[in-house]
């Protein structure tokens, strides 16, 4: 990203002014005294650091936003929030921020594609990331889905190795993606890896080590001519060996 922000300078000949939140992201996750906003307890502190963000918990974007509004003041905001998608135009959060703001995709009728299409017809390619990605954002967001969080762990390891270090230090984690920890994540996904090599395909056939026919591997039609039990065993068995739990 920071060499995307670099390529848009050169192209426009303006400079970037970038402003942060006054404590890093990991002080708020790990670090912050989060205190009771109502209850018995209110105004005690309840517990350390936020935890991965959420649907109904998103402190992260409130981090954003103000740094945005005490970097910006009284500025105006030109977002870039496209024609598909101008429900996001009367969001509470951005009815309530300072400054005036516009939307010029909106007003041009400029969808999320036509956006991205106009963006890479003149280089700008974020380092490639919308090759596995339909959109970019923060890559330990838990609002992406299941399956750009399995390209995220193949295709980035030492990102999805950041997520877990992290999701290791949480204090009270109560999850990642729903009620999921980005641990609970990587089991599931290295199950799945074990499961997939043992249905690997063949010319339109399936080589299974748990034929219905007999004991030894054999070649089937279909992964359903498996015989589940067996196959089931067999899984356990392999993920048992490597410290994995089914």
């Not at 209850?39 to 918990?57: A, C, D, F, Q, T």
């Not at 998608?85 to 009728?109: A, C, F, I, M, Q």
């Not at 036509?114 to 017809?121: F, G, I, Q, T």
């Not at 039609?221 to 015989?227: G, R, T, Y």
Request: some cysteine.
């Amino acid at each position: 990203m920071y060499d995307h922000w670099h390529d848009v300078e050169e192209y426009t000949g303006r400079k970037i002014t970038v402003v942060k939140p006054k404590k890093p992201f990991l002080h708020w996750m790990l670090r912050q005294e989060v205190v009771a906003r109502k209850g018995p307890h209110k105004g005690e502190v309840h517990r350390i650091g936020n935890g991965w963000p959420s649907p109904l918990r998103r402190w992260c974007t409130r981090q954003k936003v103000d740094a945005l509004d005490k970097g910006a003041k009284d500025a105006s905001h030109y977002v870039g929030i496209a024609a598909d998608e101008v429900h996001r135009t009367n969001s509470v959060s951005s009815n309530k921020r300072s400054g005036e703001r516009l939307y010029p995709l909106v007003d041009w009728g400029v969808t999320e594609a036509d956006a991205l299409a106009y963006c890479l017809e003149r280089g700008f390619t974020w380092g490639g990331l919308y090759d596995h990605f339909k959109r970019v954002s923060c890559f330990c967001c838990p609002l992406q889905g299941l399956d750009e969080l399995r390209v995220l762990r193949r295709e980035f390891p030492g990102l999805w190795a950041q997520m877990l270090e992290w999701d290791r230090a949480i204090p009270e984690n109560t999850g990642f993606h729903h009620y999921d920890t980005v641990e609970d994540l990587e089991q599931r996904f290295a199950r799945e890896e074990e499961i997939e090599k043992c249905q690997m395909e063949t010319d339109d056939r399936v080589t299974c080590p748990f034929w219905r026919a007999g004991d030894e591997p054999g070649r089937v039609e279909s992964i359903h001519d498996c015989d589940p039990e067996r196959a089931e065993k067999h899984v356990r068995k392999i993920l048992n060996e490597k410290g994995l739990v089914w």
